[in-house]
């Protein structure tokens, strides 16, 4: 089945596009984001050890993030496609991602890495909100909600994600751009990256990814 790792900086629109994926072509999402969120809300005790970090903006050891991973993952089918979201954040984390696959008897096909200018990414984060409920994300220029303010899916009034803050946007494309390039060169040297600019429209980008794909 097919595995493939997404990644790119905060307002890239990854989410967006692995959605898309997870709409059209069955796959699974599968991210340490919403790992973390709810398995906060289901007050994992792990999850409270990784609060302290991810509620400032700074990473979560990857000892604790994969601890978790590990059971997090359980809930996913395996007869489908699974797309994975940022899950490797640091080098560091590339051998624990090599570990918790060869468990699952899945194989890496593709890392696919959004780029994106800085300024791009403050501007369309500045723009987003999320839902505290069901954690769908909207965005008022590229995926707006059809009433203004509120979810479409669930009816939940819309928040900014503490997160999304510009500062601390800003120590967080920091710490990325810190910690990608010697990602993407491992995955390159493996011959399985894929790069793609994510200033187009949604529709574009979507386009592009199937394409390179082979979906
Ligand atoms: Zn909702």
Known sequence: MRTILFHGPSGSGKDTQVELLVEKYGFENIGTGEMFRVMYKEADIESIKAYQYWSKGHFVPNELTYS?????????????PWAFVSVV?????IPLFDE???KSERQLDAFVHFTLSE???????SLRKICPYCDATYHQKYRPESVSGYCDKCGTKLVQREDDQPEKI???LREYENTIVPIVEEYKRRGVLIEIDASP???EIHKQLITKLGL
């Open 170 to 172: 800003k120590l967080r």
């Open 100 to 102: 918790l696959l060869k």
């Open 89 to 93: 954040r640091d080098a560091g984390q």
């Open 201 to 203: 429209s949604i529709e």
């Open 68 to 80: 978790m991973f590990e059971r997090w993952i359980r809930k996913f089918d395996i007869s489908k």
């Open 119 to 125: 300024e791009m990414a403050i501007e369309r984060m």
